[in-house]
């Protein structure tokens, strides 16, 4: 459901600035659909591993903030460029949608591999 308001929403807002594209709308709504399976999957292992409901919910959402947090500091200094790979924020980053119309090819194998381990 949350995803079909995102969708909309972002359907209607490209309408009104005009610059509706229909390749990059699309990417939009694929965007948080592979944030959401990526970080289900992760969720899932973990609780594969650790079978108290409440640890899996704080260590998975703990994982999330910390690799929110690799994205920032990523995006931040050119030093620490490298950790963008190790954070899925990265793989589907809507500068990139916008700029280059595409979701890189890298990304979405990295994306796949994790989704399957």
């Known amino acids: 459901m949350l995803n079909l ?4 929403a972002t359907l209607i807002l490209f309408s009104i600035l005009g ?3 229909v390749i990059v709308w699309l990417l939009f709504i694929v965007r948080p659909i592979l944030h959401q399976v990526i970080f289900a ?3 899932i292992m973990i609780s594969t591993f650790i079978t108290k409901a ?3 919910m704080g260590i998975s959402m703990g994982l999330v903030m910390g690799l929110y947090a690799l ?3 990523s995006n ?10 190790f954070t899925p924020f990265e793989y589907v980053d809507a500068e990139m949608i916008i700029e280059e119309n595409i979701i890189r090819m890298e ?3 990295i994306s796949f591999g994790i989704i399957i381990v």
Do not use: N, W
Not at 5 to 8: A, K, S
Not at 76 to 85: Q, V
């Open 5 to 8: 308001i995102y969708g909309t």
């Open 19 to 21: 610059e509706l594209d």
């Open 41 to 43: 999957s992760m969720a």
């Open 54 to 56: 409440r640890q899996v």
């Open 71 to 73: 994205d920032l500091i």
């Open 76 to 85: 931040i200094t050119e030093k620490f460029e490298f950790i963008k790979y």
């Open 107 to 109: 990304y979405i194998i």
